[in-house]
């Protein structure tokens, strides 16, 4: 009678990560905190397809993205948009969204994911996350300390 080792499923059939989550990234090719960015998505298991542009200006008019909310980089998730250092939590979290069409970090805030503080003497700048509805209004999603 042959024995079957079951103790190796105990341990890896459980445990599986989960699918890998795509988004599309647009960024300008001299920009580094984007780079930063995308690793952070990475890390919380995203799949980056990462677009290098020179017009970015373009992207975010193709996406919907308003002028006031720009930042250096825009991300395209299930047709909605994610522009500047959202954070991955906060992605996921919008997905399930259906009037949205997208989020944003304006500017550059220091602290936020692809802007390393301590780059900048370990600073950490209050920001938050707008959701942006599709009337083009936006309203406060998390504020970030």
Not at 10 to 20: K, N, S, V
Not at 28 to 52: M, S, T, Y
Not at 101 to 125: E, F, L, N, Q, T
């Amino acid at each position: 009678m042959r024995r079957l080792l079951l103790a190796p499923l105990l341990f890896t059939g459980f445990a599986q990560a989960a699918d890998p989550i795509a988004i599309d990234v647009y960024r300008d090719p001299n920009c580094g905190c984007c780079k930063a960015w995308i690793e952070h998505l990475e890390d919380n298991g995203f799949a980056v397809a990462d677009h290098v542009v020179n017009d970015m200006t373009s992207v975010k008019m193709e996406h919907g993205v308003p002028h006031r909310l720009g930042s250096c980089h825009t991300g395209v998730i299930d047709g909605k948009f994610v522009e500047g250092h959202v954070p991955a939590a906060d992605i996921l979290k919008l997905r399930a969204q259906p009037d949205l069409i997208g989020a944003a970090v304006p500017g550059m805030p220091v602290g936020s994911p692809g802007m390393d503080g301590a780059v900048y003497g370990g600073r950490r700048d209050a920001y938050d996350t707008l959701l942006v509805l599709r009337d083009g209004s936006s309203r406060v999603f998390r504020s970030h300390s």
